[in-house]
């Protein structure tokens, strides 16, 4: 049995930084692509980043830059450092895990979702 607990969320100000946990339990970790995604309220769910045991990593236009996905494979956890977070950021950010090596943009492919942690945004 897998599970994602997401950890880190909270309220930060426009242009601070914040970091999010994923911890993974259960078998075969260091076969997963980890992922995370966000939904803001009144928009579809949206990838962020995604990266694979190699090291290859996929960001969103939106992100390129301001975030990077991490992942500690002794740890089996995935971290997401958000610097110079913007309003847009605001959202519930989901950790996600797909039994796959190559990196997936696409949200069906990852079997494995946490529950979600929101992030707010203050002016």
């Known amino acids: 049995q897998v599970s994602l607990l997401e950890s880190g969320g909270g309220s930060v100000q426009a242009g601070g930084s914040l970091r999010l946990a994923c911890e993974v339990s259960g078998p075969t970790y260091n076969t997963f692509v980890m992922a995370w995604f966000r939904e803001a309220p009144g928009m579809q769910r949206e990838i962020v980043a995604a990266a694979n045991l190699n090291g290859d990593a996929y960001y969103a236009d939106s992100v390129k830059g301001r975030f990077t996905i991490s992942r500690d494979n002794i740890k089996s956890m995935a971290h997401l450092q958000m610097n110079m977070v913007k309003r847009a950021d605001a959202a519930v950010y989901y950790c996600?895990?797909?039994?796959?090596?190559?990196?997936?943009?696409?949200?069906?492919?990852?079997?494995?979702w946490g529950q979600g942690t929101q992030v707010t945004v203050s002016s």
């Open positions: 996600a895990a797909a039994r796959r090596y190559s990196v997936s943009l696409i949200e069906g492919d990852y079997t494995y």
